[in-house]
């Protein structure tokens, strides 16, 4: 099963646990929610789990030791969307795009394979940037560059895809067209785990949800099962309802306050 399982994960900066041995499985397959208030560790954690950070503990994927893996070999298996993700300026769309082949590409080659192409149009197509190929990156807007780095990791065509915030960006339309897309790839059989901020997309749209606060996990389960008034008044400081919505067939978070 190719299950991301991580165990006993702790990262220390300035003497202090950022992320505190945290541990959990992402199911095969399935949308993993990453949640937790500003500064809880969830981007810590995500590179942790990427060997993108010295920390201690572990993380496999379908037996491979992903913080410990060479670059290139995780590459072919595993793509990762950074919340602020830098790019060269002056790459095209499609040439950032591209960037998704290369742990693809043998020595000798030079530039995109018919077959890269392809699968590079693709991403394009899936994330709505298709009529963008030749326009240069750093013209786009803020939402507009974050579905060209979801193209660029799709285009990785990984097994196991990791996002950080990947909807900050975006309109609420294409936040829906992002998480209908994902759905689609878990259905494949593509593992995902996304930090999100907004609940009620987490619980409409993930199979699993991993809570962290101050660097710990808080809790780990269904959506239904984990986003409770207590665990938002606790984990977030806001006093929440939940309201049934009869038509999704759960329940709507509706935020009353702040709390102290
Ligand atoms: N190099 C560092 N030195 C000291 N503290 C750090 C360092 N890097 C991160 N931190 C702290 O670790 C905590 C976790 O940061 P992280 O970015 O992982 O949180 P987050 O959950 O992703 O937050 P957000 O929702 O705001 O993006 C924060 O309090 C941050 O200030």
């Not at 394009?124 to 298709?130: F, H, Q, S, V």
């Not at 987490?202 to 809790?219: E, S, Y």
């Amino acid at each position: 099963m190719s299950a991301l399982s991580v165990r006993d994960l702790s990262v220390s900066r300035g003497g202090h646990a950022i992320v505190d041995g945290v541990g959990f499985t992402a199911p095969s397959g399935r949308i993993t929610g990453l949640i937790g208030p500003n500064g809880a560790g969830k981007s810590t954690l995500l590179a942790a789990i990427l060997g993108l950070t010295p920390a201690t503990g572990a993380a496999h994927f379908d037996g491979l030791d992903l913080p410990r893996m060479a670059r290139r070999d995780r590459a072919r298996q595993v793509a990762f969307v950074e919340q602020s993700a830098t790019t060269d300026d002056r790459l095209s769309v499609e040439e950032v795009v591209a960037l998704g082949r290369i742990p693809f590409e043998a020595a000798w080659q030079s530039g995109p394979s018919p077959e890269d192409q392809a699968i590079i149009a693709r991403a394009l197509a899936e994330t709505g940037m298709a009529s963008f190929g030749p326009r240069r990156f750093d013209t786009l807007s803020g939402g507009e560059q974050q579905r060209v780095h979801l193209a660029r990791a799709l285009a990785q065509q990984p097994r196991l895809l990791l996002l950080d915030e990947p909807t900050s960006h975006l309109d609420i339309r294409a936040q829906l067209q992002l998480l209908a897309l994902l759905q689609g790839k878990a259905a494949t059989g593509m593992t995902i785990m996304l930090a999100l901020h907004d609940l009620n997309l987490a619980a409409r749209f993930c199979d699993h949800l991993v809570v962290l606060a101050g660097g710990r996990l808080v809790a780990e389960g269904r959506p239904n099962d984990v986003l409770t008034p207590s665990l938002l008044r606790e984990v977030y400081g806001v006093s929440a309802r939940l309201v049934a919505d009869p038509a999704a067939g759960d329940a709507l978070i509706v935020y009353d306050q702040a709390v102290e």
